[in-house]
């Protein structure tokens, strides 16, 4: 068998195809070519990219110690120029240097080493850092609204009226805040220009609580002469305001959900409902035991359950009913923390705090004068309260109530200070820095 007999078998046999059959790679034309070599230069491009464009996207890493301090110790040679403008221009460096306690700590480990009209502008600044963090104090005194810094400095006057004004409420963005005033809601900004005035008529208003957005406000308002009624409404800061419950409802203390869906408030039988700002899909959620108190209910951060407090327990309730959370014993004047892991509360004339879940409560104050209406500030880092811890008379006497005032203490209970002397009678509120 020759070669030819052998290419004819594996033909046959379809081992390999046919020389026929083979056809060779068709040819690359000029326009593929081109194609294929942008597409490679493409490739090229983006490895390139992301080997040294992406780099420099990543965040930049904090300075050092050394250069905080060396950014630091220039600002304040600056303050030692001859040049006002040079030296105002280093303050406003140095504002803008102290964002958090690791940068105030450098600059108080530098006064001993500045002049003294330096070290005073410096302590100034140090000073106003600490209020910004903290926020300034408005409390009432009297017919008037006064507002004081955290250590005391800086008393002053908002507002003054001829009926006391109770109950501060600040807007989330701190812009404007409300308070009852006889018959009416005020409203006043921070350096207490009268904004707006909600006149109820013969009705008088209590609780005001702000919308999410800052628009609207809801209250509770109570009238002897509609049968002692107590009515729940809503309304536009500068619009109408409109009556949601019925006539002869009681139905008190409405606070918004922080996404500003739902309106919370109370009936007279301490069943703690649910509304729209509408009034529709209006349910009870819980019922607590309210009688002979002014029973409490707080959103959480998150609007997903409330603290729902009465005369004899404490719940956290989550919006399809369940509790996850109970505290036994009546409490008063309760608040969140700022960032909603605590709340504190006054119990026994004495103010407490307790977590989230309402497992762990501790006594900060241990004094046998009455200690109330405590406020977070807004950091979360002070408490201020009312006492009278230090009025000088006896309690022997029937009927006796000491004169309260206004104190400060840290967080944990430690530092108590007082900031008034002329008397103070309703709960603070601490309001933004804005000097």
């Known amino acids: 068998m020759n070669e030819n007999d052998v290419e004819a078998l ?26 294929m070599t942008a597409a490679a230069l493409l490739v090229c491009a983006a490895v390139l990219a992301a080997l040294f464009v992406a780099p420099s996207r990543v965040a930049p890493t904090a300075p050092s110690q050394d250069e905080l301090q060396k950014t630091l110790d220039a600002i304040l040679k600056r303050l030692g120029d001859e040049s006002i403008e040079a030296r105002d221009a280093a303050m406003k460096e140095l504002r803008g240097f102290l964002d958090g306690d690791a940068k105030a700590e450098l600059v108080q480990g530098r006064l001993s080493k500045l002049g003294a009209d330096a070290r005073a502008r410096v302590e100034e600044e140090l000073e106003r850092f600490v209020s910004r963090r903290h926020g300034r104090i408005a409390y009432q005194s009297g017919l008037e609204l ?5 250590n005391g400095r800086n008393p002053g006057r908002l507002a003054a009226d001829r009926n006391p004004p109770i109950g501060v409420e600040w807007a989330p963005d701190f812009s404007r805040a409300a308070y009852t005033s006889g018959n009416c809601i005020e409203v006043v900004g921070p350096d207490g220009e009268r904004l707006k005035r909600i006149n109820c008529g013969s009705r008088e208003p209590h609780g005001v609580s702000w919308s999410p957005d800052g628009k609207r406000l809801t209250y509770w308002t109570w009238s002897t002469g509609d049968a002692g009624c107590r009515k729940v409404w809503v309304g536009e800061v500068d619009g109408e305001q409109k009556q949601l419950t019925d006539e002869q409802s009681l139905e008190t203390h409405p606070r918004w959900s922080p996404d500003g869906t739902w309106i919370a408030f109370w009936n007279d039988e301490g069943s703690l409902l649910l509304m729209h700002p509408d009034g529709r899909e209006r349910h009870a959620l819980a019922t ?6 002014e029973p409490t209910c707080l959103w959480t951060r998150d609007g997903k359950a409330l603290l729902a407090a009465g005369a004899e327990d404490a719940r956290i309730v989550q919006l399809d009913g369940r509790e996850r959370g109970r505290l036994e014993g009546w409490g008063w004047n309760w608040q969140w923390s700022p960032d909603g892991t605590r709340l504190v509360f006054e119990r026994e004339n004495n103010i407490w ?15 046998a004068r009455e200690n109330r209406s405590p406020a977070w500030s807004l950091d979360g880092r002070m408490i201020a309260f009312l006492s009278g811890r230090d009025d000088p008379r006896e309690r ?15 967080a944990g209970g430690a530092n108590p200070v007082r900031l008034t002397t002329e008397g103070v009678q309703s709960r603070p509120s601490w309001m933004r820095d804005e000097r």
């Open 10 to 35: 594996l033909e046959t046999t379809a081992l390999v195809p046919a020389p026929s059959s083979r056809r060779a790679p068709p040819a690359v034309r000029p326009w593929q070519g081109r194609l």
């Open 146 to 150: 006064r507002v004081v810094d955290w």
């Open 288 to 293: 607590l035991n309210t009688k002979g108190v």
């Open 353 to 367: 705090v307790v977590d989230g879940d309402l497992k762990t409560a501790k006594a900060l104050t241990a004094e």
């Open 396 to 410: 022997g006497v029937k009927g006796f109530s000491p004169r309260l005032e206004l104190y400060v203490m840290e």
